[in-house]
T-cell receptor, first 112, second 112 residues
Framework: EPEVTQTPSHQVTQMGQEVILRCVPI?????FYWYRQILGQKVEFLVSFYNNEISEKSEIFDDQFSVERPDGSNFTLKIRSTKLEDSAMYFC??????????FGSGTRLTVV | EDQVTQSPEALRLQEGESSSLNCSYT??????LFWYRQDPGKGPEFLFT???AGEEKEKERLKATLTKKESFLHITAPKPEDSATYLCAVQALRAAGNKLTFGGGTRVLVKP
């Protein structure tokens, strides 16, 4: 069964450093998303991406965050200058239509 | 603002002891209500989508139902492998960027 692949599974970074989280969505999907889950809290929407542009972003997704689809297969989330409160599980998701997603297994980001 | 509340927060069951999980929601026009299963350290795994009140869907020991204000996930004769966190999410008709709003989840532990 097709799946969304995320790398790395765990990333530890120092506060203030830039990180790039990588995702390979399912190949025929057109809609791409990033969500995050702080330990013990709800899954939260960050951003959605369609037709090579951001279609919606949440209040969390400030100027420190950016997304890119550099080629036909990868979808990345960059955090420019990480803060302690960015520590969370980050989930990439993709969808063939504009409803219903498949989520990846996540990247656990730990900022120290 | 869309809101999703799940109850109970945690549920301990004996193997074979059937139970129900509740998801109450408020949304400005429902496009879909989604149930996901999440194992520790993993991403949400899709179970069901429900679109309109009265709709029911089943998969193995799980059955999801929908009314205008809530959804139930019934677990019939659960097995230890059904232990997981079950997440409910809604997508509004006018969801900008196809955003999902998640509830806090119900942690289910099934003991043999």
């Amino acid at each position: 069964e097709p799946e969304v692949t995320q790398t790395p599974s765990h990333q530890v970074t120092q506060m203030g450093q830039e990180v790039i989280l990588r995702c390979v969505p399912i190949s025929n999907h057109l809609y791409f998303y990033w969500y995050r889950q702080i330990l013990g809290q709800k899954v939260e929407f960050l951003v959605s991406f369609y037709n090579n542009e951001i279609s919606e972003k949440s209040e969390i997704f400030d100027d420190q965050f950016s997304v890119e689809r550099p080629d036909g297969s990868n979808f990345t989330l960059k955090i420019r200058s990480t803060k302690l409160e960015d520590s969370a599980m980050y989930f990439c998701a993709s969808g063939e239509t504009n409803y219903g997603y498949t989520f990846g297994s996540g990247t656990r980001l730990t900022v120290v | 603002e869309d809101q999703v509340t799940q109850s109970p927060e945690a549920l301990r069951l004996q193997e074979g002891e059937s139970s129900s999980l509740n998801c109450s929601y408020t949304v400005s026009g429902l496009r879909g209500l989604f149930w996901y299963r999440q194992d520790p350290g993993k991403g949400p795994e899709f179970l069901f989508t429900l679109y309109s009140a009265g709709e029911e869907k089943e998969k193995e020991r799980l059955k999801a139902t929908l009314t205008k204000k809530e959804s139930f996930l019934h677990i019939t004769a659960p097995k230890p492998e059904d232990s997981a966190t079950y997440l409910c999410a809604v997508q509004a008709l006018r969801a900008a960027g196809n955003k999902l709003t998640f509830g806090g989840g119900t942690r289910v532990l099934v003991k043999p």
